[in-house]
């Protein structure tokens, strides 16, 4: 999988343009700020959900990890990249698509992320109650007043504006891999098999299928960037002008490399400690993988770095997301024909985001179900096949047609939205 991820980087360093400027602290910047909104919750629940299919639907979904990221994110970068000079993605789905298509695909966007930010809400007000009953061992306060105080102060940073949180959000990865990686090999004196007990006999075919089927959506949504990809190519033309696609490609590559092999160990290494029972019960719990090792291992050291990894993981992405969900949202007000001014607009997003999140995160629901049902088959929609029906459609990507990646991307799609399918009528 490394030598894949090497190849796809260096064919496209040898073709980067002669005239594009050298690699800038700015493109650090965006790597880790693309790195930071894909590990978040989706994360620190792949090992429980994946982990539960046993160990070779594991290692399929791990060799396709990165192809799946990959490709799916270098698409939506060029879908938005082909629009005009300053377009987000809500205004090239216009350019291209018309007036209705517009505004239903801008609904379908908003509606991909949103839920999201609801799933990391759940995901941080349990993640910080758990840390104060079973590690300060302090009685946490009233969920509802939790919830309130934890968004607020995410929010009050997303008040600094976008570059703000991009640049927080690539200041906190650096210890978060820091953290990610010592959390993985501190684990490592504790394998016991774990997942490898499942590993001596093949599941049989349909098993497997129907085990891969139903995971895509959780990969999908674990690896997904997709809400900052809209201003990560908007900032990439603004500076790069034509050779923005090439630059893109670039700093995708190595955001994605550097995303799958932290989070692919980080995982194995999990797997490799826990039971598939053990994995069942974070699941019942509703617990991210760092809290329940937390509270299962009596190390004084992993019981608190744990729930407050998790805490950074998690800000971080509810960040990240937030600047997806706001632009579907604020794209959604201006196209219903109101056009307030830039602050009220501001304000209104706010606080829409704030009361909704707010109340999901007091009534606590199931977040790998919210996982399974809302974000991985929703996203597939926006991420795999939007760009891809672009390429055979509008004359601005016509050069993309024909790329045997295209096909992957679309049959991976079709796979997370048929798994939707399925969980509903289950």
């Given at each position: 999988m490394n030598d894949q991820a090497n190849s796809v980087e260096e064919r496209f360093e040898t073709t980067v343009p002669a005239t594009l400027s050298q690699w800038s602290r700015q493109d650090t910047t965006w790597m880790l700020g693309l790195f930071g909104t894909a590990i978040g919750a989706g994360t620190l629940f792949l090992p429980?959900?994946?982990?539960?299919?046993?160990?070779?639907?594991l290692l399929i979904l791990a060799v396709l990890a990165f192809p799946m990221t990959f490709y799916a994110h270098r698409g939506l970068t060029r879908f938005?990249?082909?629009?005009?000079?300053?377009?987000?993605?809500?205004?090239?789905?216009?350019?291209?698509?018309?007036?209705?298509?517009?505004?239903?695909?801008?609904l379908l966007y908003f509606f991909a992320i949103f839920p999201i930010l609801?799933?990391?809400?759940?995901?941080?007000?349990?993640?910080?109650?758990?840390?104060?009953?079973?590690?300060?061992h302090i009685q946490p306060p009233p969920r509802a007043v939790l919830s309130l105080v934890?968004?607020?102060?995410?929010?009050?940073?997303?008040?600094?504006?976008?570059?703000?949180?991009?640049?927080?959000?690539?200041?906190?990865?650096?210890?978060f891999i820091v953290a990610l990686l010592f959390l993985?090999?501190?684990?490592?004196?504790?394998?016991?098999?774990?997942?490898?007990?499942?590993?001596?006999?093949?599941?049989?075919?349909?098993?497997?299928?129907?085990?891969?089927?139903?995971?895509?959506?959780?990969m999908v949504f674990s690896f997904n960037h997709s809400p900052i990809i809209s201003a990560f190519a908007v900032d990439q033309k603004?500076?790069?002008?034509?050779?923005?696609?090439?630059?893109?490609?670039?700093?995708?590559?190595?955001?994605?490399?550097?995303?799958?092999?932290?989070?692919?160990?980080?995982?194995?290494?999990?797997?490799?400690?826990?039971?598939?029972?053990?994995?069942a019960e974070a699941k019942a719990q509703n617990l991210s993988i760092l809290s329940y090792l937390a509270n299962h291992f009596s190390n004084p050291t992993i019981a608190f770095a744990a729930p407050l990894i998790a805490f950074v993981a998690i800000s971080k992405s509810f960040l990240g997301h937030y600047i997806g969900a706001s632009e579907g949202l604020k794209g959604l007000i201006v196209k219903s024909g109101r056009r307030p001014a830039a602050k009220t607009l501001d304000r209104l997003t706010a606080a829409f985001m704030l009361v909704v999140c707010w109340v999901v995160a007091t009534l606590n629901p199931s977040i790998l179900g919210m996982i399974e049902t809302l974000g991985g088959p929703v996203i597939a929609a926006i991420l795999f096949l939007m760009p891809m029906y672009a390429i055979r459609k509008v004359p601005a990507m016509a050069r993309y047609r024909g790329q045997a990646s295209n096909v992957f991307v679309v049959m991976v799609g079709l796979v997370a939205i048929t798994a939707l399918v399925y969980s509903l009528t289950a």
């Amino acid at each position: 999988m490394n030598d894949q991820a090497n190849s796809v980087e260096e064919r496209f360093e040898t073709t980067v343009p002669a005239t594009l400027s050298q690699w800038s602290r700015q493109d650090t910047t965006w790597m880790l700020g693309l790195f930071g909104t894909a590990i978040g919750a989706g994360t620190l629940f792949l090992p429980i959900n994946a982990g539960l299919g046993g160990f070779w639907p594991l290692l399929i979904l791990a060799v396709l990890a990165f192809p799946m990221t990959f490709y799916a994110h270098r698409g939506l970068t060029r879908f938005v990249l082909s629009g005009r000079d300053g377009a987000d993605i809500t205004e090239v789905v216009e350019e291209h698509f018309g007036l209705k298509a517009g505004a239903l695909i801008t609904l379908l966007y908003f509606f991909a992320i949103f839920p999201i930010l609801l799933i990391y809400s759940v995901a941080l007000t349990n993640t910080v109650g758990s840390f104060l009953e079973h590690q300060l061992h302090i009685q946490p306060p009233p969920r509802a007043v939790l919830s309130l105080v934890l968004i607020l102060g995410l929010l009050t940073v997303v008040r600094c504006g976008e570059q703000a949180i991009v640049k927080a959000m690539s200041l906190m990865v650096y210890p978060f891999i820091v953290a990610l990686l010592f959390l993985a090999v501190f684990l490592i004196p504790h394998w016991n098999g774990g997942i490898l007990t499942t590993a001596s006999t093949l599941p049989e075919p349909s098993a497997l299928l129907q085990t891969l089927w139903l995971a895509i959506p959780v990969m999908v949504f674990s690896f997904n960037h997709s809400p900052i990809i809209s201003a990560f190519a908007v900032d990439q033309k603004r500076r790069h002008g034509v050779n923005a696609e090439a630059r893109s490609a670039q700093i995708l590559s190595r955001a994605h490399l550097l995303m799958v092999v932290m989070v692919l160990f980080f995982v194995f290494s999990c797997v490799l400690t826990l039971s598939p029972a053990q994995l069942a019960e974070a699941k019942a719990q509703n617990l991210s993988i760092l809290s329940y090792l937390a509270n299962h291992f009596s190390n004084p050291t992993i019981a608190f770095a744990a729930p407050l990894i998790a805490f950074v993981a998690i800000s971080k992405s509810f960040l990240g997301h937030y600047i997806g969900a706001s632009e579907g949202l604020k794209g959604l007000i201006v196209k219903s024909g109101r056009r307030p001014a830039a602050k009220t607009l501001d304000r209104l997003t706010a606080a829409f985001m704030l009361v909704v999140c707010w109340v999901v995160a007091t009534l606590n629901p199931s977040i790998l179900g919210m996982i399974e049902t809302l974000g991985g088959p929703v996203i597939a929609a926006i991420l795999f096949l939007m760009p891809m029906y672009a390429i055979r459609k509008v004359p601005a990507m016509a050069r993309y047609r024909g790329q045997a990646s295209n096909v992957f991307v679309v049959m991976v799609g079709l796979v997370a939205i048929t798994a939707l399918v399925y969980s509903l009528t289950a």
